[in-house]
Every structure is written in C-alpha cells, then in structure tokens.
C-alpha cells in the first residue's frame, strides 16, 4: 500500500472575533515535524458573520482539503479536524452534525478524526450576559443548540481525542466531559485526556517547544493519529 501522510486541518480560536492562521504556525510546525500535514485555514468572524458564514468557510477548507489531498501528499481518508477553543467548536460541529459537509457530498465519517483542545461543545443556554454567544448563536436555546456539537451526536462520528486542562477558566471542563459521555453513551470511539493544573492558553501552547513541558498533548495527539490504519508518523522530540 502507497505511504501517504496524515492531514490534519486546525481550527484557532478567539471567541469567534478574532484571530488569524499566521499566530497558529506553531500548531503546524509541531505536527509537521512529525509527518503530519496542517492545513489552517482563516474564516470569517462575527460580527460580520455568525454561525452559518464560519461553518460554510470551515466546510469549504476541509472540502479543499479532501479533494486536494493527493496533490499535498495524503489521501482523503487520512484528513483530521482539529481545533482549540471556538475553533474546537467548529472542527467539532464538522464532525457531528452532518449539514455542513453534506453540503460538499462529504459526511462526518469520511473524516479520519477529531481532536479537540478545550473546545466548546455544551454550552446552551448561552449566558444572557454573554453579547458575543448570542449574538454568534441566537438569543433563544433552540437557535443556540444548532451550533452546540454534542446535540448532534448519534453514534456515527469518526473517532474523538477530547483533550482539555482541569484549570480551565474560561472553557469549563465539562464541555469535553459531555462530549465523551454523550459519544461514549452511543458506543463511539471517543478518548478523554485531562491535564491537571493546565489552563485553557497553557494548553495549546504546550505544542510549541518552549512550553511542551507544560502537558503532553503533542504526544497524545501523535499516538491518537498513529493509532489508524496506516498512519507513520515520528515519536516526539523531547
């Protein structure tokens, strides 16, 4: 069987509002090292937009991605969709609610994975005092929950790394724990990593080599994609 690299397509963070791929060469730097491909793709952010206009930017990338993974050294069944944070929400509603990439003649099973970094999966009702949520996912919590991952999971997600620090103040841990029970609850190939006395920051920035000390999310992230079929990918550098 033809060697072929693993993809994977990162999602940033940034409440939403800001942010641009630029900051994030680090996450790709780090998996690249190990043979692993990073697409990170910039989207457009509210309030320009809200819900509907980053997940269509979102699909889009992970679209190019699959059609044009040959030409970047993969295949299309080795694309993963990672991010951190509101970008851990959007590579999470990838691989849960089918609407977005169905839209591209993809499903979320064609996705090899996710792996999310204390991404936003439980979060309805938003917060009456949170002007960015609503105004993102809708006053009310049935306009809310059509953003919210974990009420889209029915049991045929690709496979899940939740990986989240315990010191998390500004994405509560319970959201990764959710998403684990509600996938775990449909009998889903889901993995739960916490991290004590790592905060939200800290632990995204453990993948760059001045703070990998920090939490071993690099590695958990590489021995998650090591364990597909025919993945090849170079244990951590210290």
């Not at 997940?55 to 694309?79: K, L």
């Not at 169905?102 to 099973?109: C, D, I, M, R, T």
């Not at 953003?147 to 496979?159: F, K, N, R």
């Amino acid at each position: 069987m033809r060697y072929t690299h693993r993809v994977v397509v990162f999602f940033y963070g940034g409440t939403w509002v800001r942010g641009e791929r630029a900051w994030y060469r680090f996450v790709g730097a780090a998996l690249a090292a190990h043979g692993v491909i990073t697409v990170i793709p910039d989207y457009r952010k509210y309030p320009q937009v809200t819900l509907d206009g980053f997940m269509q930017d979102a699909a889009n990338a992970v679209a190019w991605t699959h059609a044009h993974a040959a030409e970047i050294g993969s295949s299309p069944d080795d694309v993963f969709v990672m991010g951190h944070s509101a970008g851990g929400q959007i590579a999470a509603l990838l691989a849960t609610d089918a609407e977005w990439l169905g839209k591209h003649g993809l499903q979320p099973a064609d996705l090899a994975g996710f792996i999310g970094l204390a991404g936003c999966y439980d979060f309805v009702p938003v917060p009456q005092d949170d002007p960015i949520m609503l105004g993102v996912f809708g006053a009310t919590p049935e306009q809310q929950r059509r953003g919210q991952p974990v009420s889209y999971v029915h049991g045929a997600e690709p496979p899940m790394l939740l990986l989240q620090g315990t010191d998390d103040s500004e994405v509560e841990p319970s959201n990764a724990i959710s998403l684990y029970r509600a996938t775990q609850a449909m009998h889903g190939d889901s993995t739960l990593r916490t991290y004590p006395d790592v905060g939200h920051e800290a632990l995204l920035f453990s993948l760059s080599r001045p703070l990998r000390n920090g939490a071993p999310a690099l590695s958990d992230i590489l021995a998650f994609i090591a364990s597909h079929p025919h993945a090849k990918v170079a244990a951590p550098m210290p």
